[in-house]
């Protein structure tokens, strides 16, 4: 079984995660930006039955300008919003991760493919 997702171009990791200090203890939370990709690829593609088995997931992120970018900075926040909407039970479930660029389009296209249950 495979499934195609389109989704926006996530956020980077270094913008996904903000600290705040409270007393002497430091602590990372999950910035709005963060909160607002979640919400923004629920709107897009709706809550889903989660997927069941080891999975590979081939990303394809198109990106919105050409700045410089590492594509591994992109894939936290994209895999915890399918995992938050229900695509997988957990992004543990990934047994093969694939990531490519493409031209300019401000998108991101997801397969997942169910490799065993």
């Known amino acids: 079984m495979t ?16 600290s705040i200090r409270r007393g002497r203890i430091c602590q990372s939370i999950l910035s709005e930006k963060g ?7 629920l709107e897009k593609i709706g809550p ?12 394809e992120l198109f990106p919105p300008d050409r700045r410089k970018r590492d594509l591994d900075n992109y894939m936290k926040s994209l895999l915890d919003a399918l995992t938050k909407i229900g695509v997988w039970e957990d ?6 991760l694939t990531i490519a660029r493409g031209p300019l ?3 991101c296209l997801v397969t997942i493919e169910v490799l065993y249950e």
């Open 3 to 18: 499934v195609l997702l389109e989704v926006p171009f996530p956020p980077s990791v270094n913008s996904y995660y903000r």
């Open 35 to 41: 909160r607002e990709y979640a919400l923004s690829v």
């Open 48 to 59: 889903q039955k989660p997927l069941q088995g080891r999975l590979a997931v081939s990303v």
């Open 91 to 96: 992004d543990s479930q990934i047994d093969r």
């Open 105 to 107: 389009q401000n998108k």
